[in-house]
DNA sequence: GCCGTTTTCGGCCCGACTGTTTTCAGTCG
């Protein structure tokens, strides 16, 4: 079972409790709820966890869900679960998806209109929608047409289904932003939630605003060109579709609150609610108008114009956006020893990039020379750059060949270095893992080479065993450094293979061994939580963009945002080493 | 069902908007 169904079964489970109404489930189902979002944003798999025994690990998830979880992955289903599950009609959980639709909702459309086939639920509740007049209590003419356009959307894949890449996001948000602030009411916008917090994906889209005229900011909005439809607007919030289908929510705020409306809308949800449980310890409520005291009985609320300010209020240190997902950061925060996160700044070279040097790859060869490659890490104020192609097919030419195109690649990078002095040049290759574990070079190509990149590029679907051991036997040879993409995953079309993350860490600490954090936006490759964990482990890493053409370079910033997002400090990553130190590790043993 | 510098028992974030009523339930973030 993937972690994906595990979260789904569990809100399966919490809309079961919710529908069946009794108070006694009431705070039963928010914890299925958290249990749901933890493990749906987990980068380790529920199975392996329950299986090795660490899920005791894992905060907001207790003894008895542990439970439920075991008997899951042991037994396929939970009978506690089912008990639940067996009283709400099965067509009830499809409409969850559809947003708009919660659990009552949807529990008494399939009651009333005796929708008995989950299969098919969807397309029965729209035909009969659109086929008959229907009367249902609290569901009147303007609900009915919502619900149809809704379940209209959610066919074409509109809503929260689909997420977008954060650089395409960025774009998006930018155009709303620009937008808004051609009116002189907008003193301030800014793209809020998970695009603030540099998630690799981004659902919808957040944008806050401070001005003292809410009325004619909302009205300005709601008048963006590229809209499909306004989904809802109020006196100082409002929300609207793109002709693209992305959702954009809008608050507007006065100035002097802009910075608990900043925090509020930043979230996430989770780090809201622990900081609010932090507050009411204290006897403070939060929202996003600011700080209220509890024990005055005034109902006067401190506001607070920047975020500083408002963390400061709590007795908090400032938290970083990339950190606030509730993993601890408040409680650092409260100590005042946050980790003091990289910054694109210090980062003093790339090492993935494929020119277009003909080397005759089995993958993808780049389309940017190595010298227009070389300006642009001049231009990025970098003092090396890797070259790392791809290593000749190795169907397509004997061991002697390969050797030979190296040899000039290396030719070829020794003439272009006497011209570019300012930028060092690195020579290295991502190399093929084969199924077997052996590399796709031989030891004398590889002696050609500064260093070696190794990844996988075949076999995905081993066993973690042998994943785990085709791995290490790759990144066993004492030229090879760094281990690119290490989950494999590609989002949207490929998860990541299975490996023994314990094992793989240990193995990198030991041999003095690099994991790569890849930037290439549908890669994110390692994700946050495992750069949070490979840095418990005291592993190094290195931050690289995997650039095919030059303008590619310029996505460092999207690596950068993701080692934040897992934690990671300026010494957690080598590539933040001036060339003289980085070279000493690069040529250095275990 | 989870969790602990008020607590191993007794708490559990806060507010906006919509539609349908006329004071609120449902959904969302």
């Known amino acids: 079972m993937t972690n994906a169904e595990i979260a789904k079964l569990l809100r ?54 542990r439970g439920h979880l075991t008997e899951l992955v042991t037994k396929g289903k939970v ?78 894949g509109a809503g929260k289904t689909t997420r977008m890449l954060l650089p395409f996001a960025d774009k998006i948000a930018m155009q709303l932003t620009d937008y808004l602030k051609k009116i002189p009411e907008v003193h301030q916008a800014e793209a809020l939630g998970s695009l603030r917090r540099r998630v690799f994906t981004v659902g919808d889209i957040d944008i806050a605003v401070a001005s003292n005229e809410p009325e004619k900011v909302i009205a300005h909005f709601v008048q963006y060109p590229y809209k499909s439809r306004v989904i809802e607007q109020g006196p100082n919030t409002a929300s609207l579709l793109t002709s693209g289908g992305q959702q954009v929510d809008l608050m507007v705020q006065p100035i002097e609150g802009f910075g608990s409306l900043l925090q509020h809308f930043t979230g996430s949800k989770h780090h809201n609610v622990h900081l609010r449980d932090l507050a009411l310890r204290k ?18 609320r401190e506001k607070y114009k920047t975020e500083e300010e408002f963390y400061n209020a709590m007795g908090l240190e400032w938290v970083p956006p990339e950190m606030r997902e509730d993993r601890g950061e408040i409680e650092l925060a ?96 991502e190399i093929d893992i084969l199924a077997n574990g052996s590399l796709s070079v031989d030891d004398k190509s590889l002696s050609l080479l500064d260093a070696g990149i190794v990844s996988i590029h075949s076999s995905f679907g081993m066993s973690k065993e042998k994943m785990t051991q085709r791995i290490l036997a790759g990144l066993s040879h004492p030229k090879v450094k760094i281990l690119a993409h290490p989950t494999g995953r590609l989002f949207g ?19 003095n061994k690099a994991l790569e954090i890849n930037a290439w936006p549908e890669r994110t490759d390692l994700p946050d939580t495992l750069i949070q964990e490979a840095i418990k482990h005291g592993v190094k890493m290195v931050i690289d963009t995997d650039s095919h053409e030059v303008s590619h370079m310029d996505l460092m910033q999207y690596g950068v945002y993701n080692a934040r997002r897992g934690w990671a400090e300026k010494k957690d990553i080598l590539n933040t080493l001036g060339y003289n130190e980085f070279a000493k590790w690069l040529k250095g043993g275990e």
């Open 493 to 511: 079309s490929r998860e990541s293979y299975d490996v023994d993350w314990d094992t793989l860490f240990d193995f990198c600490k030991t041999h």
């Open 79 to 156: 009978k506690h679960f089912e008990t639940f599950l067996k009283k709400i009609p099965a067509a009830v959980f499809p409409l969850l998806d559809v947003p708009s639709i919660g659990p009552k909702r949807a529990y008494k459309l399939v009651t009333e209109l005796h929708l008995s086939k989950p299969e098919t639920v969807i397309a029965d509740l729209k035909k009969k929608l659109t086929s008959e007049k229907l009367t249902i209590e609290r569901f009147g003419e303007t609900s009915q047409q919502a619900l149809i356009r809704a379940l209209e959307e959610f066919g074409k």
């Open 283 to 300: 006897k403070l409520s939060l929202s996003e108008y600011g700080i209220k005291r509890l024990d005055k009985k005034s109902e006067v």
């Open 334 to 429: 409260e100590k005042h020893s946050l980790p003091h996160l990289v910054e694109l700044k210090d980062i003093k070279g790339d090492l993935h990039t494929h020119s277009s040097y003909p080397i005759e790859p089995s993958h993808d060869l780049g389309l940017t020379s190595m010298e227009d490659m070389l300006k642009k890490a001049e231009q990025l104020g970098y003092e090396y750059l890797g070259f790392s192609e791809h290593n000749p097919s190795v169907s397509q030419h004997t061991e002697r060949q390969i050797f030979s195109i190296l040899q000039k690649r290396d030719e070829h990078i020794e003439h272009i270095k006497s011209n570019i002095k300012s930028v060092r040049v690195i020579k290295l290759l």
């Open 12 to 65: 399966n489970v919490a809309a079961a409790m919710t529908i069946l109404n009794d108070r006694e489930y009431h705070f039963q189902l928010v914890a299925y709820e958290k249990a749901a979002d933890i493990i749906s944003a987990s980068a380790e798999q529920v199975t392996d966890l329950v299986r090795e025994g660490k899920l005791a690990d894992v905060k907001g998830i207790g003894e008895i869900m």
